[in-house]
């Protein structure tokens, strides 16, 4: 029987930050870093199971080439640090899930050896005693949370040298003692700094040279932040927004420019995306931009959170539109506040009722 490989991914800091963070939010960000360190399999690995913060992958009966395997260990922390950065620089929520996030490492283990398996509930599953090793080496001596452990008898498999030295990995020797037994391992510290991250969507941030058309106010006896995850978290939207037939979003996602979403009405989809434009000093802000709607060329609806006080805020909505055409101009000239203005009234209105039946 050929040895097979063992590849577990694991977040750093995930008991802290689930802990000490909101826990939707929180449990977003793991779902979707655990996402990417999904679709950054390169090297056609096996999911054997989702263990909280952790992904634990095997390949059968195979080991990939020290080329290979060196190249996988980079595209999953580059994946990881890429999308972390992206978590960074577009984030508009203000909680600590959203602004930690980006405090979270990531290690690697990676392990060799003859597999056995289980099957449970007709799942075909990994098991043994190289899978409880390679689990056991999660827990060593190695001073970081942001580094990769290859097991020395993968190293030998591989002809990986322990002083082998690039300008991702600076491999060094360490061992530790399980269960009386000497365990010995090569592991490189990764410095984020010398990846190559991948490119994100820039947001779309907006200027207007015009007050806008529409501004329409209103306070709330709820604080401002707790106002803004009621708005963004779409999960709320259907308590609030009448005449929708359904939303459609990606449910694991925080909201966070760029996100898009759809508000399915009368069968018709109106698709917006997250945008932001200048904010204001001591407000949180959250935009949207649609040009779904006929009778505009794009509609942007911008909603300002201000403290009031601890359970008290003032939501201020303001409404901008576009239009090419004569036709839309004139009719936007004539019936827009009259038209737009009642929908965010009645909007304003339900979200009040919804808010205090809440509290």
Known sequence: MSKSLLFIPDISGYTKFIQSTEIEHSQHVISELL???????????KLAEIEGDALFFYKENEIPSQENLLAQIESMFTAFYSH???LEKNRICPCNA????PNLELKIIAHSGNLQHIEVQGTRKPFGEQVIEAHRLLKNS???DNYVLISRTLALDIMLSPYYSSKIYRFRQGSD???DREVEYIYSLIDAKELKLKSFSEPKK???AKPPPIVKKKQFPVSAQTL???ITNYSYRN???EGLDRLDYNENEVTRLGTEHACVVNGKHLNFITVSKEERLGSLLYGEYTNSPPIVDGFYQFYHFTPIGENSCELEIEAYWEAKSPIKKLFLALMGKKFFGKNIEKALTSLFRFVESRN
């Open 177 to 179: 003692v399980y269960d």
């Open 206 to 208: 907006v200027f207007f």
């Open 98 to 101: 959203c602004a930690t996030a």
């Open 35 to 45: 996402e990417v360190l999904v679709n950054a399999n390169t090297q056609d690995l």
């Open 84 to 86: 972390l950065k992206m």
């Open 239 to 241: 308590y609030w927004a």
């Open 228 to 230: 803004l995850e009621y």
């Open 142 to 144: 190695v001073q970081s």
